[in-house]
């Protein structure tokens, strides 16, 4: 049946080839670097560990049953509710500016994106020690807010929860305005207009016309921030203590200070848990329109 | 203009506060003091002390990352552009799947992509290393190429193949002399964005690295961490942002200059 469906495009150069033969490089590099290593790790949490540092030969639980220390739910809830407040804020920042770029004058919007696609090709390391530096305990910002009396002695910029949001926000924070932009440059802004004609206040025309309108943005921005702030790791690690780690730094330490490679894997399947079932689900069930389908729908 | 004070007030702290930390530490990289404590004058010791015999070490991780990244950026682009021309051009449960596999590397968290591909290779018995990473690096860079190039087929005009056949052009002929010219800036745009992520990928490089294969990331990572040589890190950080923001002009430069004229 499916099979007779004309093909939408009427000339292809390639059509004498077939779908496989432009398909199957790119798709098998994929199935063999990127899908199976994220089965295997899997396979491999139930693994017994080598006392070499590898993966043992025989099968056990003991990982998984090691996850039942307690230090586990706490660093679990820690890392959902850093990562949820980080995403919330982002999102809170990254719709203002969203909303100037998408209806500003060319000129202004180039330079403005341009601003904004700097930070995001800016070494990911670079600026995370960039906050270091700033908020180091003997840094300039730390000795001006002690010396107005700001602050006191025995407060550190560095080494707490607020830090770590704040650095989180920081490098997620492009992840978040670049695919909302990329959803307001297509809003038709008139749209506001009419809501206001018919009565709408300026709050309620951006809540109700606006952020429905740009709904595809605001669920790529979310994925973009939510996912990859779920699995931080050098944000914790640098600029945060050992009261701020996160889910990322338990896998890290798991593999390089204990080690302990099927322990490390078990945790890495709660992360897949935790962040990539939903995407999944969402492929699998909501089938998002594809760039290449997309035409100026709005569901 | 009705209700702009708001976007275009936060507009302005988020510049700010995007812009707050770099300032700091470009302006810190000519700071005489040794740890950036307070202003003690200008200074280019730290850029000096760069080319110094005692930090040979960041240049050879620097050449280790260039090589990785031009070898990565290269088979990625090939690889991302074969799967942009599929999944542009045909509809089909595969291409589905072929989506998803390309849209997942995005969003996943770095470290997962690490810890599974070091879990695989080890228990393949691969040597860690130069391959491994290089391995690494194609896998996550085919995604943002394939997303390029598939951005730039959208705005293809399919006419120009009918014209390509109609002037009896073969399949082969309208491949090289027509479809790719045009996708060549998405292809190059692509390519450039897979070179500076690789250049400055930490997450995934840190967990399949092995013994001597030290990229300059890395470098970074171990100087920050063992606090050694630190007003040296403000230097090279600022020489990297410089090398980002000529890349980022340059891209923008071939898309803008290479962009189809709109006739949609």
């Known amino acids: 049946m499916s099979e007779s469906r004309p093909p939408p495009v009427t000339c292809r150069p390639w059509r004498s080839h077939s779908e496989w033969a432009l398909t199957a490089a790119p798709f098998l590099w994929l199935i063999v670097l990127f899908a199976a290593p994220t089965a295997v790790v899997v396979f491999m949490s139930l693994r017994e560990a080598a006392p070499s540092g590898g993966l043992g030969d025989a099968w056990s639980l003991r990982a998984w049953r090691d996850l039942a220390h307690p230090i586990y739910p706490v660093i679990l809830w820690r890392t959902l509710r850093l990562s949820l407040i980080a995403t919330a804020l982002c999102l809170a920042l990254a719709l203002p500016v969203a909303f100037l770029a998408g209806r500003a004058a060319p000129r202004l919007r180039s330079i403005l994106i ?35 009396g700001w602050i006191e002695e025995s407060t ?26 990329a959803a307001a440059e297509r809003f038709d802004y008139g749209l506001l207009d009419a809501a206001r004609d018919l009565g709408a206040s300026a709050a309620g025309a951006f809540c109700r016309v606006f952020l429905p309108g740009i709904s595809r943005g605001l669920l790529a921005a979310l994925a973009m921030v939510l996912i990859p702030a779920l699995g931080s790791y ?28 099927p322990h490390a894997a078990a945790l890495a399947t709660l992360l897949i848990a935790v962040a990539m079932l939903p995407v999944a689900a969402a492929f699998l069930f909501a089938r998002p329109a594809r760039p290449a389908a997309e035409e100026g729908g709005t569901s | 203009m009705k209700s702009g004070g708001l976007p275009a007030l936060v507009t302005g702290l988020v510049l700010v506060f995007l812009y707050l930390p770099i300032f700091f530490l470009v302006l810190n ?45 290269l088979l990625s682009m090939v690889l991302g552009t074969l799967s942009a021309l599929a999944l542009h051009h045909y509809r089909s449960r595969l291409q589905q799947a072929h989506f ?49 190039v598939l951005a730039r087929l959208q705005d293809f005009d399919d006419s120009l193949l009918d014209a390509a056949r109609d002037l009896g052009a073969g399949p082969w002929q309208t491949a090289r002399r027509v479809v790719f010219p045009l996708l060549a800036p998405g292809i190059l745009a692509g390519g450039l964005l897979a070179f500076t992520l ?20 890395l470098r970074i990572y171990g100087m920050i961490k063992h606090s050694k040589e630190l007003p040296i890190i403000n230097a090279l950080s600022t020489l990297l942002l410089t090398l980002t923001f000529a890349a980022v002009w340059w891209s923008g430069r071939i898309i803008r200059r290479h962009s189809f004229t709109p006739i949609r």
Not at chain 1, 157 to 180: D, G, K, Q, S
Not at chain 2, 52 to 70: F, H, K, P, T, Y
Request: include cysteine; glycine fraction near 6%; charge should be neutral.
């Open chain 1, 114 to 148: 341009l601003l904004i696609v700097v930070p995001f090709w800016t070494n990911f390391l670079i600026r995370v020690f960039a906050w270091r530096v700033l908020l180091q305990p003997e840094g300039m910002l730390r000795r001006a807010l002690l010396s107005f």
């Open chain 1, 234 to 261: 050098v944000i914790p690690d640098l600029v945060g203590g050992p009261g701020q780690e996160m889910l990322g730094n338990k896998i890290a330490q798991r593999t390089f200070v204990d080690r302990n490679l």
């Open chain 2, 100 to 148: 998803t596999l390309v849209y997942l590397p995005i969003v996943m968290p770095e470290i997962l992509m690490g810890i599974s591909l070091l879990v695989f290779f080890v228990s393949l018995g691969f040597t860690l290393g130069l391959f491994t990473i290089t391995l690494a690096h194609i896998t996550f860079c085919i995604s943002y190429v394939a997303l390029a």
């Open chain 2, 198 to 217: 690789s250049i400055d990928d930490f997450v995934i490089t840190f967990f399949v690295t092995g013994p001597g294969a030290t990229t300059l990331p």
């Open chain 1, 156 to 181: 550190l910029l560095m080494y707490n929860e607020w830090t770590v949001l704040l650095v989180m926000v920081y490098t997620y924070l492009p992840f978040a305005i670049l695919p909302l932009y």
């Open chain 2, 29 to 73: 990289s000519f700071n005489a003091s040794r740890y950036s404590t307070a202003w003690e004058g200008w200074s280019f010791q730290w850029y000096a002390a760069l080319f110094q015999a005692r930090n040979r070490d960041v240049w050879e991780s620097l050449r280790l990352s260039l090589a990785i990244g031009i070898a990565a950026s």
